[in-house]
């Protein structure tokens, strides 16, 4: 039998009330799981034994069950599979004062990003992203989302342990920026950010701290506008003029670049946030000088970052990556052009942890398997 999750906050306070718990208990169950970092029972020491027994017997605190867990010095990846047997993933990033140091040098580490899913595969087919050709199946739920963070954060808290202020290492950051388009699975995440945010039952984290990547769904935006939601946004953009948008990136046809660009314009206006853009580096594709200075074009004078991502070449995609050279260059370009860029550090790159090589191990073994 499927247990309740325990962020039911509803179903929590009907069973704090058959047991005639007294009200601060519900509170107290809480503070295990976010403020404790806490997602087993049995470990909730603050509770009596027989609360413990009795909420392992009705709930669970994360849904999703971790199948395999990869590190390497910067970031820890976590395979999970759903009660339906789906497989999702998340990524911890550790960002070091000095990124030579060990992982295991705590006193240098700055804060810790957690990149989460969204939806089990995408349906968007951008041409340069392995997830696009997993295809999509479904959304994720609110809990299920949520449970990354929760599970993030046990991981975390059992490797790291306490901070030097003596609170517990944690996730800091959180990007919807893994597998998926998280404003086509819009209520549920706006649900999840709720958590995100709130206090009580919750992981009291700031707007600033919370991103939101888009492939530019345009309503979307708009809605998260309507809703006063103003979380951070990165834009998928990857191509500075139409023609390029539409051949990397399937969905510029239903949201052209004109459209997106004046709703970004309306989220700035409403909440003053600098906005990410984030920039695949495909060789004699989008790394072209010419390219780079349409880049400029497009972004000059607004409130505007550009992350240029590296493509990792990968067999099962077509397309080949930048040389180090010409990513410097086309930095030149834009930073001369008055834009404040960032490469993007390809850590993992041997292991397939950037973006769009997501689903790379699903995809060769059905190959293998054809
Ligand atoms: S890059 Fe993002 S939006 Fe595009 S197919 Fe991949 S996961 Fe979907």
Redesign the pocket.
């Known amino acids: 039998m499927t247990k309740t999750s325990i962020l039911d906050t509803g179903k929590l306070q009907d069973f704090a009330k058959e047991r005639k718990l007294q009200p601060f208990r519900v509170k107290q169950i809480y503070q295990e799981i976010f403020k404790n970092q806490n997602i087993d029972f049995a470990d909730m020491t603050t509770l009596s034994k027989d609360l413990r027994d009795d909420l392992e017997k009705d709930f669970s605190v994360v849904t999703l069950k971790a199948d395999k867990i990869i590190e390497d010095k910067f970031t820890t990846k976590i395979w999970f599979q759903t009660q339906d047997g789906c497989m999702i993933e998340a990524v911890i990033i550790y960002h070091w004062q000095n990124e030579k140091h060990n992982i295991n040098d705590q006193e240098k580490l700055n804060r810790i990003t957690l990149c989460i899913s969204s939806q089990v595969g995408?349906?968007?087919?951008?041409i340069?992203?392995?997830?696009?050709k997993l295809g999509f199946k479904r959304n994720l739920t609110r809990d299920e989302m949520v449970s990354q963070i929760l599970f993030a954060n046990n991981f975390i808290k059992k490797k790291l342990w306490k901070q030097e202020d003596g609170s517990l290492h944690g996730v800091r950051n959180i990007v919807f920026m893994?597998?998926?388009?998280p404003l086509l699975n819009y209520d549920n995440v706006k649900k999840s950010i709720e958590i995100m945010l709130r206090q009580e039952a919750g992981f009291s984290l700031s707007k600033r701290h919370i991103t939101i990547?888009?492939?530019g769904i345009v309503p979307g935006i708009r809605k998260l506008i309507k809703d006063g939601i103003t979380v951070k946004l990165a834009i998928?953009l990857h191509a500075p003029n139409q023609v390029l948008r539409d051949k990397l990136?399937p969905?510029a046809k239903a949201y052209p670049l004109d459209e997106l660009t004046k709703v970004i314009g309306e989220y700035v206006k409403a909440t003053d946030n600098r906005v990410f853009y984030e920039y695949i580096m495909i060789r004699n594709m989008t790394d072209t000088p010419e390219v780079a200075r349409q880049l400029v074009t497009l972004l000059r004078k607004k409130l505007a970052h550009v992350n240029l991502i590296p493509y990792n070449t990968n067999p099962a995609i077509q397309l080949e990556e930048s040389d180090v050279k010409t990513i410097q260059n086309f930095k030149r370009i834009l930073e001369e052009g008055g834009l404040t860029v960032t490469v993007r550090d390809n850590m993992g790159r041997k292991m397939k942890w950037a973006?769009?090589q997501?689903g790379y191990e699903k995809i060769m073994k059905d190959k293998e398997e054809e």
């Open positions: 995408c349906a968007m087919g951008c340069f992203c392995v997830t696009g893994w597998m998926g388009e990547s888009t492939c998928s990136m969905i973006c769009g997501l």
